[in-house]
């Protein structure tokens, strides 16, 4: 029996330079979210940990991995210093950010590739996504008395918490469409879980990256994301056919040694897919 559990000698995630950028709007209040997922469907008791933010503005709204901005902004007061070293990140942060324009009832949603894949760029409507049904159930969340609705959407089942003492209609990702701010949300299965865990009204400017950004369809990124995940040594092959691909496998015997992999070779490199969306 021989498992693999090292993956592609790569850099493991580029980040993105967060000094050149386009100002969308002026912040009115900043809300915080931690998030809870499951990597691996198969092990719903290992779950990996992020935080959300989410900058709200009068028109627009911007939601992203507040990790992920720190170590973007870390590697870019590297660069500017001259700095060499600034690889690394971590493969388990959610990679997307979701612009929200509420006057053109539309969403711009990037999704950064793995390592030094495309960043594609995405549109949708914003405002009709989610088909909700309300229920009289109520709860208490950061002193919020919160009213419950739920949404089937794209394979899962959600059940979000909202308080109508906050009028905006947003939330983290793509949910929104409810009489209030969401300040909780998660899915059926207990494998993605948003929890609010602070509400701030201090301004953030709304930003988007000024980047070299790949327009595709919603559809065309996922399958990108999805070929990824289920064959690696295809994948860095895309982009880069000189790839040489090395892993570490604990064999038989229990010795841990270095193996190529090779197409059509004894091991094939895959991880875990577990999308937010699933169709």
Not at 179 to 207: M, Q, T, W
Not at 214 to 236: I, N, P, Q, V
Not at 241 to 265: C, F, H, K, W, Y
Request: hydrophobic content about 35%.
């Amino acid at each position: 029996m021989v498992s693999l559990w090292a993956v592609l000698p790569l850099s493991a995630q580029r980040f993105m330079r967060t000094d050149d950028f386009t100002l969308l709007d002026e912040g009115v209040c900043s809300v915080s979210y931690e998030v809870s997922y499951v990597l691996d469907s198969t092990k719903p008791d290992e779950k990996e940990k992020d935080v959300f933010r989410l900058d709200i503005g009068e028109r627009w709204s911007k939601s992203y991995s507040y990790a992920l901005f720190r170590y973007d902004s870390i590697c870019t007061k590297r660069t500017l210093k001259g700095q060499k070293d600034v690889s690394g990140g971590a493969d388990t942060w959610l990679f997307m950010e979701v612009y929200k324009d509420r006057k053109n009832h539309e969403m711009a949603v990037t999704h950064r590739a793995y390592d030094i894949g495309p960043v594609f760029k995405y549109r949708e409507p914003s405002d009709v996504l989610m088909d909700w049904t309300f229920s009289d159930e109520v709860c208490t969340i950061l002193g919020y008395r919160c009213r419950k609705a739920m949404s089937r959407f794209r394979g899962r089942i959600w059940t979000a918490w909202y308080v109508s003492e906050i009028p905006i209609s947003d939330g983290p990702w793509k949910f929104a469409g409810l009489p209030g701010l969401i300040l909780k949300v998660e899915d059926d299965r207990g494998h993605y879980s948003f929890s609010c865990i602070a509400v701030r009204n201090n301004a953030k400017p709304i930003v988007m990256w000024n980047y070299d950004y790949k327009e595709a369809t919603r559809e065309e990124t996922w399958k990108f994301d999805k070929d990824c995940y289920s064959d690696l040594y295809d994948y860095a092959l895309r982009l880069d056919p000189n790839a040489q691909l090395l892993a570490d496998v604990v064999d038989a015997s229990g010795r841990m040694v270095e193996v190529e992999i090779t197409r059509g070779g004894a091991y094939k490199m895959a991880w875990p897919y577990n999308p937010l969306e699933l169709k």
